[in-house]
């Protein structure tokens, strides 16, 4: 069964309609308590009562927030869950509190880096990691099979119960981890882009002995994302320049991921903080295997730097839930995208927290007294562009010999120094293609005979 509710990253859409809407909410968590109240009498008691199952939610700072978790609220509570509200709360908070406090589920309200507009939900299991897709689909199954189109009734609801510091609790936990972390005379620019991390982030850095100078850190419910955040790196660019700064953090919405800058103001994408972590962990021997994941998205350049340090690359699907399993799996102790998502376990915690992969990198800094310029080696991200044309039918690309000849040479003539992927979108009528090579002048060289066959062939556009 396709999965029609879930998205790669939960239930998003624009807040109030379709699957957004109140009684689909309502309805989706009447399924969640279904499935849960039924995975849990499976499962030990974990020294408690297995029953009922209980919930916590939190969320960004949308001004649909607390609508949103009041509808899903209202299904998990006429499901008889427990449901603990968090108010608003990081991605990254709510998946550690879950854990911590044995919840059976964390459910996020948030569109992470989509305008205010949208919304979504993100529901994460008792580990503290996102679901798997077969719990999706089980979830999925459940809210088809309801037989409350409208929303369940709700009459004889319980009240969710009020957790007053959650989000203190989250930052006890990260000065705890870096209680040695000594950053005074360090200055940072820190962009909370009117998101969860508002206001945590900057607390958080200035007990550690950090200068902080925050912005956008003043939601108001309509300006999360808006110009701002790891979408957008501008204004904390010019910023850090300004202020003569030693590192930018940028995060998203809901504070899972970040981008950071160095004392220039130029970029450090997630691949750049991949290099300056990876032979770090395995130096201390928490790089097991000395394999770093990554996706297809992951820059060839720090797939090459990685081999020259004795160290390798192992690619998934683009999305964090990809990496997560690819680690889990195999026991990997480092993983990231380019978009920031960096995933480094702690205590058995496998989730992408952007305030704790600053932090990380700040410990470089402070501990070897490098400038953030210094600490990803010799990263330098090869040149990539990408072609997305438009095209009237997705003939497969075996059974177009011109273009598929033009990528068989660019795949030869690239081999170890680049990459070529082409791709029909799985969404749109469109084919992509994206090339990858040292120099700018091999990427054009390679790029322009496979879009010129695929124009050809296809008649792509």
């Not at 379709?18 to 009447?30: E, F, T, Y």
């Not at 040695?180 to 360090?186: I, P, Q």
């Not at 504070?255 to 103001?265: M, S, T």
């Not at 989730?351 to 700040?362: C, E, K, M, V």
């Amino acid at each position: 069964m396709d999965l029609r509710l879930f998205g790669t990253d939960g239930v998003r859409g624009p807040a109030g309609r379709g699957p957004l809407s109140p009684p689909a909410l309502a309805r989706l968590g009447l399924a969640v308590a279904a499935v849960e109240t039924a995975r849990a009498a499976s499962r030990p008691a974990r020294g408690r009562r297995a029953e009922p199952v209980r919930a916590l939610i939190g969320r960004d700072t949308r001004q649909s927030g607390p609508g949103v978790a009041a509808a899903v609220m209202s299904g998990l509570l006429a499901g008889g869950v427990e449901v603990h509200d968090g108010g608003v709360l990081p991605t990254p908070a709510v998946a550690m509190l879950t854990r911590k406090c044995e919840f059976d589920v964390g459910i996020v309200v948030s569109a992470s880096h989509n305008p205010w507009p949208d919304n979504g939900v993100k529901l994460l299991g008792a580990d503290g990691m996102k679901l798997a897709e077969d719990e999706e689909h089980a979830i999925e199954a459940a809210y088809l099979a309801s037989d409350a189109p409208d929303g369940p009734s709700p009459e004889a609801f319980a009240a969710p119960v009020a957790m007053p510091g959650a989000c203190e609790r989250y930052e006890r936990e990260l000065a705890a981890e870096f209680r040695g972390l000594r950053l005074r005379g360090v200055r940072v620019v820190v962009d909370a882009a009117n998101g969860a991390q508002s206001g945590i982030a900057t607390e958080v850095l200035r007990r550690l002995g950090a200068t902080v100078t925050p912005l956008h850190d003043t939601p108001d419910g309509c300006n999360i994302n808006e110009n701002c955040g790891a979408l957008h790196t501008a204004k904390m660019r010019r910023e850090v320049r300004a202020r003569g700064a030693d590192l930018g953090i940028a995060f998203d919405g809901d504070a899972d991921r970040l981008q950071l800058c160095d004392e220039a103001g130029r970029l450090l994408d997630g691949d750049a903080v991949l290099s300056a972590l990876a032979p770090r962990l395995h130096a201390a021997g928490r790089l097991p295997g000395g394999v770093v994941v990554g996706t297809s998205m992951t820059n060839g350049a720090l797939e090459a730097l990685l081999a020259a340090q004795g160290l390798s690359l192992v690619r998934t699907a683009v999305g964090d839930k990809h990496i997560v399993a690819e680690m889990t799996k195999r026991g990997f102790g480092l993983g990231g995208e380019p978009s920031g998502h960096l995933l480094v376990p702690r205590d058995g915690l496998l989730t992408g927290d952007g305030l704790r992969a600053a932090l990380l990198y700040l410990r470089i800094l402070a501990k070897e007294k490098i400038a953030a310029s210094a600490a990803p080696g010799g990263y330098r991200a090869w040149p990539l562009e990408i072609a997305s044309l438009v095209v009237e039918r997705k003939t497969p690309l075996a059974d177009l010999p011109k273009t598929s000849a033009a990528i068989t040479a660019a795949e030869t003539a690239l081999a170890g120094a680049g990459r070529i992927v082409v791709r029909y979108s799985g969404t749109e009528p469109k084919i992509r293609v994206m090339v990858e090579a040292r120099t700018k002048s091999a990427l054009k060289a390679w790029l322009t005979p496979v879009v010129a066959a695929l124009r050809e062939e296809v008649g792509a556009r």
